[in-house]
């Protein structure tokens, strides 16, 4: 049974929290154009389809297909998924990851932490979105760049062990300059 009211409630829910968070980092523009593209047919409709509530309806679009079309419009449209970020290697031949410029590596952390908020409700602590990252590490290994993932779980890892308050202000810090790791 479809539910596009819920899945409306839902995207719009998460988009206010990624924009609150984004204003947080210094990089409002990215809020505001963040996942405009879930509004489209081609991503609203399963969507509301295979809504659950408690994870992504593209969990839902892959067990009755096997893949998600969804998914794949959505990544192919919006920077700051890593899956963007992917190329062809002509010395490897194979699919590689691309480095993330750094407003997307932001606006992917904003992301993650509101993504968090909305699929936990009352069960999210700040360690939640390193959990999910860490838990799904070795699917990603192939497909998201060395360095954007030590950069990501960085974040991630300054969420869960100093809170929001000191990670917004450190990325507010390295947003224009420096690397996100220290050191480097």
Known sequence: MAHPIKHFITI?????????????????????????????????????????????????????????????????????????????????????GIKMPRKYLIEMFCDRVAASKIYNKDKYTDSKPL?????????RISVINDETSVEIGYLLRMLADKGEKETFKYIRKIRRKGNVVKGE
């Open 12 to 96: 719009t829910h998460h988009r206010h929290k990624v924009i609150a968070n984004c204003f947080r980092a210094g990089i409002p523009i990215r809020g505001l154009l963040h996942d405009l593209s879930k509004y489209s047919p081609t991503e609203f409709i399963p969507g509301a389809k295979y809504f659950q509530g408690n994870r992504s309806p593209n969990e839902g679009e892959r067990e009755a297909y096997g893949y998600s079309k969804a998914w794949m419009h959505h990544k192919g449209r919006n920077r700051h998924h890593f899956e963007y970020w992917t190329d062809y290697d002509k010395v490897t031949k194979r699919m590689t």
């Open 131 to 139: 959990e999910y990252f860490l838990q799904a590490k070795d699917n």
